[in-house]
């Protein structure tokens, strides 16, 4: 329990307290103990909540439907769904304005994961955690199959996961050139509509992200890209001290 990063998960549970300018000295007793109880600020912060709590729950910041359990009380949106809306319109208003949407990854990045919003569809958390091949990896793979594409034949530089869901064994990995490898990857991204509660459809969808994306000022918090990187964790803190207050967490 006294590892660092024992330590650190229980400090990063019990957050934001770094930020908060806990005093050295508690925060290093609390590291000690291993214990996650609400700094002497949040304990601060949560009595000053009280007064302003309503037992409500917290509005989605993409869709304004009430965040509810399984979600944390303090989250900030009600759905995987609503927060990847929000990230890629933050990332497409980011892009656009520091030129990077004019870059051909760029461009394939933002269609793929468009076309994931517009069928309900978030980014699939498969491609985030799958491990990056290692050289070796990449060594042995091109060995045993061969430096050409084995789609159009010319040589290959890129590697295919075949099954875009499964993982990095040799028989789902297959050389392509970086042309056929982008053309498999927009295509494979074309799902079925989804059931998602929050999806409005493909139409209503495509027109409130475009609005979104325009917007000078943005329209909602969670679409500014410029204030966000620093501006999520007091939503967060603020939330968290509310529902400390109202007694819906004890953690
Ligand atoms: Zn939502
Ligand atoms: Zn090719």
């Not at 019990?14 to 000295?25: C, D, F, L, Y």
């Not at 944390?72 to 980011?94: E, H, N, Q, T």
């Not at 069928?119 to 491990?131: F, I, Q, V, W």
Request: aromatic share 4%; proline share 7%; hydrophobic share 30%.
């Amino acid at each position: 329990m006294s590892s660092p990063s024992a330590a650190s998960a229980c400090l990063g549970r019990s957050g934001g307290n770094r930020r908060m300018g806990t005093p050295r000295k508690e925060r290093q007793m609390r590291r000690e103990l291993g214990l996650t109880l609400p700094t002497k600020r949040e304990r601060e912060r949560a009595e000053r909540a009280r007064d302003e709590a309503s037992a409500a729950p917290q509005p989605c910041l993409n869709c304004e439907t009430p965040v509810l359990p399984p979600r944390k009380p303090w989250a900030l949106y009600c759905s995987d769904y609503c927060g990847g809306m929000a990230y890629l319109i933050r990332y497409r208003r980011r892009t656009e304005s520091d030129g990077r949407a004019k870059r051909q990854d760029v461009k394939d990045t933002l269609q793929i994961r468009e076309a994931l919003l517009f069928t309900g569809h978030t980014h699939s958390a498969a491609d985030e955690s799958r491990l990056p091949l290692t050289l070796a990896e990449r060594q042995e793979l091109f060995a045993a199959k061969g430096r050409s594409c084995l789609v159009c034949g010319e040589p290959a530089t890129d590697i295919d996961h075949v099954d875009a869901q499964a993982g990095n064994a040799i028989d789902n990995l297959q050389p392509l050139c970086a042309g056929c490898h982008r053309k498999k990857t927009l295509s494979s991204h074309r799902p079925p509509l989804s059931t998602v509660p929050q999806f409005k459809g493909p139409a209503e969808t495509e027109i409130e992200y475009r609005d979104r994306v325009r917007a000078q000022p943005p329209m909602k918090a969670c679409d500014d890209d410029v204030t966000w990187s620093t501006g999520w964790r007091g939503l967060v803190v603020t939330r968290r001290a509310q529902s400390i207050a109202e007694g819906r967490t004890s953690s």
